[in-house]
């Protein structure tokens, strides 16, 4: 029911910030005065519209802000207070630890002393060699080429 209300209130302040900055004046609006369009025209007297927009719109947009953090803390403490008991299944177990060993059952090497540089395997004499290829006997063929 609360939740409601302010979701209520939230939209209709919405909607008036959105009412109220378009009513207001942009930074370049000045220089279209000088060719007729004087103090006397202005709805909110001589001064303009500037003062009176500007801090409605300031308390608007304090109160829409207002609203929204109270909204945001009233669903997280009182949408569930039985979130830290729920069952959450597989996420809920504790993981199990990691292996000892690495794969194969082969012990892990244990790290080289600090400040010594690890010694390339012994090279074997009897290396085998790289395999021959046969060049082709068959020519390629060639294909027709149409014009």
Same mark, same amino acid.
């Given at each position: 029911? @609360?939740?409601? #209300? ?13 009412? @109220?900055?378009?009513? &207001? ?7 279209? %005065? ?14 303009? %519209? ?17 609203? !929204? ?18 069952? @959450? ?5 504790? !993981? ?10 082969? +012990? ?8 010594? #540089? ?8 009897? #290396?085998?060699?790289? +395999?021959?290829?046969?060049?082709? !006997?068959? %020519?390629? &063929?060639?294909?027709? &080429?149409?014009?």
């Amino acid at each position: 029911m @609360l939740l409601t #209300v302010f979701n209520i209130l939230f939209v209709i302040i919405a909607i008036a910030m959105i009412a @109220l900055i378009l009513m &207001q004046r942009g930074a370049g609006a000045q220089a279209g %005065s000088g060719f007729g369009g004087g103090a006397s025209a202005t709805v909110f007297g001589a001064r303009g %519209s500037s003062n009176f927009l500007s801090k409605a719109t300031k308390w608007l947009a304090i109160t829409f802000f207002a609203i !929204t953090l109270f909204m945001a803390w009233y669903a997280v403490h009182r949408a569930n207070p039985n979130a830290m008991d729920m069952d @959450l299944g597989v996420m809920g177990s504790a !993981t199990p630890a990691a292996p000892a060993t690495a794969p194969g059952d082969r +012990p892990v090497p244990p790290a080289p002393a600090a400040g010594t #540089v690890p010694q390339a395997p012994a090279a074997d004499a009897a #290396v085998p060699a790289a +395999p021959t290829v046969e060049p082709a !006997t068959e %020519s390629p &063929q060639e294909t027709p &080429q149409t014009n």
